[in-house]
């Protein structure tokens, strides 16, 4: 104890050049707490995106299969149409528990911002049980001039029920029947109308977007998909298979960064012996009056030891810190520029990361303390007296 109150105050002699070592290590370790609470936080949040959609099975035209995927899971539909007599032939095979239509489209408003309907039928609740009112009901027929909106759709635009609506770039007026209650995916975002009606008034005659799909049984997805093969126009797509596709690409740009994270540790742990060597060539002279007086090998090791050690816990709690408080930052950042990124937390830092981030902080001053700890025990009190004159 007695030598660990020592380390302390040797530490506090060069203030400056102690808070800037310590600076450091805060630094490696917030980053590499971030990029560990990203990628648990960015499953998460796709896990619950991908499992709130209500169907496993997502049949959309041809194109791109993970951008179809990725757009269908931020609510877009993408920008390809399908004929819709697709679900009449689709709808029924006896392997689909249930199945329900789509058609999305977007609409930029003033500001430069933009405003998503989805036209469906009644089947979309089969789908999405959650998905249930705060006020209002249903519409009141499949071609009916009204909308149900989105939770987060109807507080941002201050609407309630008997409210009308102007779509842009049309002349018709809808009447909010409906206001769903929040379900934390992009659904609360959007507003929604009977799919004949939004076939009707964007334009689109017997055209989709999508057809979301659950099967009684996953293991007939492949022999579903194959059966489908022939329908040129079209393509079957697994969520689940897209969900590890959209994960590993991830993963692939988190090697790059966790490199960036790895050199940062490497600077850090350079950056504690330098400041720890310089520390034990200025008290050169010190240390051999404490080695004269008695003090052992074993003791002079442990006191520079311990300095080590204090800079990087404190490093590391320090850079815990970092990453707790600016976790929102760097959530609105990625959110900002990452195609598609699911809705939700995307940074989840538990309290089991906390403590690895601690350990591995300690584990770091066990390491870089070592080659100063030894070099200041193996000194000669004669010696180290006399360079110091």
Partial sequence: ????????????RKKIRSLLTIGGVAM?????????????????????????????????????????????????????????????RIVTDDRIDKITPQLATVKTIEGGGFTMYMGIE????????????????????????????????????QRTIGDQIFIPDTR??????GIFERTG????????????????????????????????????LSAFE????DEGSIQVISLAQVKGTILNLISSAQILVTSVAIIAIFVAIVGVINTILMSVFER????GVMKAIGAGNRQIFQLIWYETIIICTMGGLLGSLFALAGGSGVEYFVKRFLPFAPEGNLIYISPQLILFSLLGAIALGLFSGIYPALRASLMKPIEAIRSGE
């Fill in 1 to 12: 104890m007695r030598l660990l109150k020592i380390a302390y105050k040797n530490i506090a």
């Fill in 28 to 88: 490696a370790v917030a980053v590499l707490v971030s990029l560990l609470g990203f990628n648990a936080g960015y499953k998460m949040a796709l896990n619950n995106d991908v499992d709130k959609m209500g169907y496993q099975v997502l049949v959309t035209a041809k194109g791109c299969p993970y951008e179809a995927a990725t757009l269908m899971l931020k609510g877009g539909g993408g920008l390809r149409y399908m004929d819709a007599d697709v679900y009449d």
């Fill in 122 to 157: 009644d089947s979309y609740t089969e789908l999405k049980p959650w998905a249930t009112f705060k006020e209002g009901k249903w519409f009141t027929s499949p071609e009916a001039l009204e909308v149900i909106i989105g939770y987060e759709a109807a507080e941002l635009e």
């Fill in 172 to 177: 018709e007026i809808l009447t909010v029947v």
């Fill in 185 to 220: 995916t992009q659904d609360d975002g959007v507003i929604f109308l009977p799919l004949k009606t939004a076939q009707k008034i964007f334009d689109l005659p017997d055209q989709l977007t999508g057809i979301g799909i659950k099967l009684k049984d996953l293991g007939q």
């Fill in 226 to 229: 194959e059966d489908l093969y």
């Fill in 284 to 287: 050169t002279q010190e240390i």
